[in-house]
């Protein structure tokens, strides 16, 4: 069962920007964490930003500077929002929030995945 969609991805030159979205479907209290990764053609998934339980936010050198990760938690949301973007910035981006179920017995700690939006930069 889907807990996560991912909206935002698209078709945009270089040098434009995108705000990618992932928000939670089903009711949860809050997402504690959330990691932003990204897969390009014929290459490994890896991490270009992230928030972390602790509330640091770390980025690739491939994106510093040039992409923001945010969490809104009034509406179970996390963002990417993506400036200046290159051709080498083309993959599929997936949300990898962590996400607080509260139960009878306290919290439960849930990673996900979105299901991957794409992102095509045209030079």
């Known amino acids: 069962q889907a807990h996560l969609v991912e909206s935002g991805g698209g078709l945009v030159q270089a040098g434009g920007s995108l705000r990618l979205s992932c928000a939670a479907i089903?009711?949860?209290?809050?997402?504690?964490?959330v990691g932003w990764y990204r897969q390009a053609p014929g290459k490994e998934r890896e991490l270009i930003a992230d928030?972390?339980?602790?509330?640091?936010?770390n980025y690739a050198d491939s994106v510093k500077g040039r992409f923001t990760v945010s969490k809104d938690n009034a509406k179970n949301a996390v963002y990417l929002q993506m400036d200046s973007l290159k051709s080498e910035d083309t993959a599929t981006y997936y949300c990898?929030?962590?996400?607080?179920?509260?139960?009878?017995?306290?919290?439960?700690?849930?990673?996900?995945w979105g299901q991957g939006i794409l992102v095509t930069v045209s030079s």
């Open positions: 990898n929030p962590e996400l607080v179920i509260a139960n009878i017995e306290g919290y439960t700690y849930l990673k996900v």
């Open positions: 928030i972390t339980t602790g509330g640091f936010i």
């Open positions: 089903r009711p949860v209290y809050g997402i504690r964490a």
